[in-house]
């Protein structure tokens, strides 16, 4: 049988659309996929 929460979770946190990404702490990596850490990356402007 297939992961089926697994797939619900990875199609929550679209990687365009910045209101998907629920709570993301500043140190980690963005979940935009640009590799810089949130606080440098779409982290500034919130």
Do not use: L, M, Q
């Not at 659309?17 to 590799?35: A, F, I, L, M, Q």
């Amino acid at each position: 049988r297939p992961d089926v929460a697994g797939d619900i979770a990875v199609a929550a946190r679209d990687p365009n659309d910045p209101s998907t990404w629920g709570k993301v702490g500043r140190n980690e990596n963005c979940p935009c996929g640009s590799g810089k850490k949130y606080k440098h990356c779409h982290g500034r402007f919130a």
